[in-house]
């Protein structure tokens, strides 16, 4: 009898410990860890510069030529996307737009015997907008590193202004035209997670090419029996933008 009531107590033993065991398993579950999976929604800020390369024949002869400008302002807007991350590497969708203070011009005159000619070229960036898929690398729940590219496209104000004073006639004329332009865009940044939210910051540099806003041109002009051949030129308008945003993620 005693030896089988040591039995008994044994067996008892080993599965309370067992149970206890199992107990602390479960009560200990590994926690998920963050991914980069999911939608986000942000915003942006920074600076803009654009060049915008051309040439413009504003008188044949003697040559007067209008040239090119460049220029700068601030940028600022929204963004908002979807990742899908496997292993180290995060693939993605981006839609952006923002408003800009981007604004120049260039201007010129000639005074000739008998007549004043001026001549000004601007314009005045209003938005700026994309859409672009990301490829990243993310070697842990904390940063990332992504290239970005795809098409864009710029609403800008073009105005021009123009005057010929002559002994006894003058004109003048001011034209303001709302411009539509696409084109492509590619950059690169890199993203930080803060430490134990949901909100994560990016630092990007993005490239913005919007091809030929203008005709090139090749004219010959005859004055007192000489030819004078004017051409005008024209170059890729783009716009070069550092700026700085945050996101906030959903989901874990």
Known sequence: MKTLALAISIFTLATGVASAADMAVKVAPLAPLPSWTGFYIGGHGGYGWKDDPFSFTVVANPLVVLDGFKSSGWVGGGHFGYNWQYGAMVAGLELDVSATGISGGSAVSAVTPG??????????????????????????????????????????????????????????????????????????????????????????????????????????????????????????????????????????
């Open 115 to 252: 007549f004043t000619v001026a001549q000004s070229i601007g314009h005045d960036v209003k938005l700026l907008g994309s859409a672009r898929g990301r490829i990243g690398w993310a070697p842990n729940s904390d940063w990332m590193l992504y290239g970005t590219g795809g098409l864009t496209w710029e609403r800008e104000d073009q105005t021009s202004f123009f005057s010929n004073a002559q002994p006894g006639f003058s004109i003048s004329g001011t034209t303001s035209n709302p411009v539509t332009l696409l084109g492509w865009i590619a950059g690169a940044g890199v993203e930080a997670r803060l430490t134990g939210t949901n909100w994560i910051a990016r630092l990007e540099y993005l490239h913005y090419d919007f091809g030929h806003s203008r005709a090139a041109q090749s004219f010959t002009n005859v004055n007192q029996g000489i030819p004078t051949v004017s051409v005008n030129t024209v170059g890729s308008q783009t716009i070069d933008v550092v700026r700085a945003g945050l996101s906030y993620k959903f989901g874990l």
